[in-house]
């Protein structure tokens, strides 16, 4: 949820309000020490029912279901098998996830039987150069700092031609999106960035 932290309501992963992380944090702003164990599971169940079923349509919560059925998962499945191989675990020590080591052999058999394809988990470095953009231009990097996906992003050049652009109560390509009223000035100023480099690149 956090990654679609608009300032509006969307339906990019599943139909949310605006802020949707400041709607599910305002009722749990109190001390857990003043929680009861019921009180604690019913406010989580909340949490959880904001997500799922916000409209309040479904008449029982899919917990299972990632994002919303319009949205298609595939073409982003595909990515992950062949050009964006993303290594992940939790411990669930200091996460707050169940344990799950990375296991590039299931990946791989995965992929193969949903798309007949062999990860490649080297192909973005080799091919892009990694974190290394010397031999790159004419490129605007822009991050949310509202995006837990910026964590990976680029957040510096020191290439002239490539533009770092950290976008105050920018959720996840927030900047990309059509216009609205209710964007925040630091998204309207970084598009117009975005649109003054474009133009200048494309005339050269």
Same mark, same amino acid.
């Given at each position: 949820m956090a990654m679609v932290d608009y300032p509006y309501p969307a339906s990019f992963l599943e139909p949310l309000p605006s802020w949707p992380i400041k709607v599910t944090c305002e009722p749990l702003n109190k001390p857990l020490s003043?929680?009861?164990?019921?009180?604690?599971?019913?406010a989580m169940a909340d949490v959880a029912?904001?997500?799922?079923?916000?409209?309040?349509?479904?008449k029982c919560v899919n917990?299972?279901?990632?994002?919303?059925?319009?949205?298609?998962n595939s073409g982003w499945n595909y990515q992950s098998c062949t050009e964006m191989v993303m290594p992940s675990c939790n411990n669930g020590?200091?996460?707050?996830? +169940?344990?799950?080591?990375?296991?590039?052999?299931?990946?791989v058999k995965s992929c193969q039987k949903m798309f007949g394809v062999v990860p490649r988990p080297s192909w973005m470095t080799t091919y892009y150069g990694g974190r290394d953009l010397s031999g790159?231009?004419? +490129?605007?990097?822009?991050?949310?700092?509202?995006?837990?996906?910026?964590?990976?992003?680029?957040l510096s050049s020191n290439v002239d031609s490539i533009v770092v652009l950290l976008i105050q109560d920018g959720?996840?390509?927030?900047?990309?999106?059509?216009?609205?009223?209710?964007?925040?000035?630091?998204?309207?100023?970084?598009?117009?960035?975005?649109r003054q480099n474009i133009k200048k690149w494309i005339s050269q």
């Open positions: 003043s929680w009861t164990e019921l009180e604690l599971v019913k029912f904001l997500y799922m079923n916000y409209t309040g349509e479904a917990t299972s279901k990632f994002a919303y059925k319009g949205l298609g020590k200091t996460d707050v996830f +169940i344990p799950a080591k990375w296991d590039f052999n299931a990946v790159h231009s004419n +490129i605007v990097f822009s991050n949310g700092d509202l995006d837990p996906w910026s964590a990976g992003g680029v959720a996840h390509h927030l900047d990309l999106r059509a216009a609205r009223p209710d964007d925040p000035a630091s998204v309207v100023k970084a598009r117009a960035i975005e």
